[in-house]
């Protein structure tokens, strides 16, 4: 099973919604697993982003917000960046096998349509890159 890493600020939105994407449309069909943490992480999960999976029929109920420090293990296949800010932090990832940054807009205080835009442009996005990167089809 080849595994992936989402990292974002906060791990309340951005990271939160990746990480739920990929395990919902490439997991089974890729035998793939994503996590995902934050580097200063808020500690809970955006209401608003919890709301957006699961009008799109995801399951909420394994996720929450953490640190590196709360992950099992740091090798990775793949680490992904959302934000501009944590690539410029964290420019190369020890353990990562391959890396990639996505940005997106942190929809965390703007009106609920901004994480339905955001949910959007992942499927749009990330999805068919992490596809590309690690789905053997």
């Not at 951005?14 to 943490?37: E, F, K, P, T, V």
């Not at 580097?39 to 917000?65: F, M, N, R, Y």
Request: proline share 4%; glycine share 6%.
């Amino acid at each position: 099973m080849k595994k992936i890493l989402v990292i974002d600020n906060g791990n309340a939105a951005r990271s939160i919604m990746a990480q739920a994407l990929i395990n919902n449309y490439l997991g089974r069909i890729c035998d793939l697993h994503a996590d995902s943490a934050g580097l200063k992480p808020k500690g809970t999960i955006d209401h608003e982003t919890l709301q957006v999976l699961a009008e799109d029929g995801i399951e909420t109920e394994h996720l929450w917000s953490k640190s590196l420090d709360d992950l099992e293990s740091l090798d990775y296949d793949l680490v992904v960046t959302v934000c501009d800010n944590v690539k410029e932090a964290c420019p190369t990832f020890p353990g990562a096998r391959n890396e990639i940054h996505i940005g997106f807009e942190d929809p965390e205080g703007k009106p609920f349509e901004a994480y339905e835009r955001e949910l959007h442009q992942m499927k749009n996005l990330l999805i068919p890159r992490i596809r590309e990167e690690l789905c053997d089809e």
